[in-house]
Nanobody, 118 residues
């Protein structure tokens, strides 16, 4: 079993910065993807940024150039640095862990609220 515990988030004014962290524990296969999704009220959950165990990153177009994802492979953590925040970034942010052994399984954190005021 894999668990993901998020920290960070909160309330910030537009143009400000926040940093989210996610710590994974449990049996995590060497081939995996860790990252962040978000869900705003009335909207579907959407990808924000993910990074593979091989350090390949993928970002949503809406956050490119403003958000940076990073991983510490020794600690099984994934961070999301968010700069130049906009009110439309307001959402609950979820940490995601996908492992591929023995089969594809996705685990989610409990979510952390990010609110950007205008």
């Amino acid at each position: 079993q894999v668990t993901a515990v998020e920290s960070g988030g909160g309330l910030v004014q537009a143009g400000g910065s926040l940093r989210l962290s996610c710590a994974a524990s449990g049996s995590i296969a060497s081939s995996n993807v860790m990252g962040w999704y978000r869900q705003a009220p009335g909207k579907q959950r959407e990808l924000v940024a993910v990074m593979t165990s091989g350090a390949l990153a993928r970002y949503a177009d809406a956050v490119k150039g403003r958000f940076t994802i990073s991983r510490d492979y020794t600690k099984n953590t994934v961070d999301l640095s968010m700069n130049t925040l906009k009110p439309e970034d307001t959402a609950v942010y979820y940490c995601s862990i996908v492992v591929f052994s023995p089969w594809r399984t996705e685990y989610w954190g409990q979510g952390t609220q990010v609110t950007v005021s205008s």
